[in-house]
């Protein structure tokens, strides 16, 4: 894939009541022309404003409605074709090696406080990057940012290629208001200028009313309000989008199919993009059992993918079928020949098998590892996480019946199991990789030497796999200049995944979307995939202007 030249062509908190601005409709009820948008989320009291968009605990943040006020360059799709979308820039372009980025600002733009935006708003944004070292998130190495005739070029000390989203989704900020500010680490933002299509009109701590502007660069907006409201928890939330009291939510829901999509079966509608990430076991490589090769290829043998998605996942987003780990259909095009087709299956006798000509025994059916003791270890995951809770007791009992492990199952609280994670106290751990339009994140996340270098804790490459090799070819693929040396490095890091299991893929970890067609239609869905259904990804301001009345 080639994204390098790109052209335009709370219940309710407290049992607020809602219903005089909720914008959902009651199922079952007329269609309503210019109805609000009620957007959740199952955080309860956020009871500090903050709409700072580079503070990632700012109410802005959490809400969401950062992303309706603050707009990025472009936006690059996480699912369908991974294209890029060109927004704030009339174009985008990068040279052979992903070094350096030439923008073209859009003209006609403006902020909502009526000045233009201009690619001096461009520099002053990616200024604000580069001399913030807490906003550098993505580590953008940014080494040089130059006004060119109308562009911007925007060079960068090691190449982007993986990390174009990171680059293009960098929300714009006005100079002319963000040049005043003294510290914009704790700026709160009181009266936030973007040139985003809504603009605050209050703040409460259970909800955050947006109106819609008239005179949006992106045309005219279907939804003339949005109200963003915290509910208490996952189990209000349903309920309220179940009634029609909420309209759009990223959550999983236990049963999503009759707790919220047969309530009103021909508006409600659940969406699991699947994007290029899946949930995985980290696996410690620094004690047994899992510092054994043999004992890693026959775990990973003997895993019902089909019962994960059907039990665990609620067949939200498809079966994990490919070898390298990588979700399909959305990674198809990155896996190398020799695995295309090649997929995921039991293969008890086969792990047993493997076991065997390791130096693996039994005793009453218990397994015996080739140093005459019981096989034994512990799978965790934070308790309350109902969907990872059930994962990884179908895979200790699925161990523990086929292999004769002692498979067990801890759930400490969340808090405990983040530090163990990072400090490497656990056997096994289920957990997600991050997702980019490359496979890059899915592989560097599980086996990149280079997260082990930050010392004790480490936050990706849980499991301490150490392999020189793996390393090294991750970072060809991350700064090559041609799309033949990423292949070939590529082609080689899928067969050190397959081949030596530095971590166990078991299941797709979708992004989640619920929302109801009762007001609106255009939304994004397995058949137009042009965004995501996550009411708090960056793509929102272009879902929201796709959106039309029912008629």
Sequence with gaps: MRLRSTFIGVGLVAALALTGCAGGAA???????????TIAKPDGVIAT???NPWVGDSSANKFGYKNVIFEPLAMVNAVGQNETTPWLAEKVEWNADYTQLTVTPRSGVTWNDGEKFTADDVVFSFDIIRNT???DTGNLQLTDIVKDGENVVLTFAESKFVKQAQVLHIPMVPKHIWADVADPTTDTNPKPVGTGPYTLDNFSSQSVTMQARDDYWGGDLAVPTLYYVSYND???????????????????????KSAFVDKDPDHNVFWAANVMAPDVLFLNHQKKPFNNLAFRQAVNMVIDRAAHTEIAREKAGPQLESVTGLPTPVGEQYIATKYQGKELSMDVKGARALLTDAGYTWAKEALIDPDGEPVSFTLEVPQGWNDYVTGISLIADQVTKTLGADAKVNTPDADTWWANKRSGNFDAIMHWTDSGTTPYDLYSDTMDGRWLLTGDEVDYNFGRYDNARATELLDTYATSATEEERTAALGEIQSIFVDDVPVIPVGTHPVLGEYNTRNYVGW?????????????????????TKLKPVE
Aim: hydrophobic share 45%; aromatic share 6%; proline share 11%.
């Design 49 to 51: 404003e903050s709409n």
């Design 27 to 37: 199922p079952g009820s007329q269609p309503g022309a210019g109805a609000a948008l």
């Design 234 to 256: 996952n189990t209000a939330l349903t309920t309220a989008l179940a009634s029609g009291d909420a309209d759009w939510a990223q959550a999983f829901i236990p049963n999503v």
């Design 133 to 135: 070292p807490a906003f």
């Design 524 to 544: 994004p869905n397995e058949k137009d995939q042009y965004a995501t259904a996550d009411p708090l990804q960056v793509t929102v301001p272009l879902i929201l």
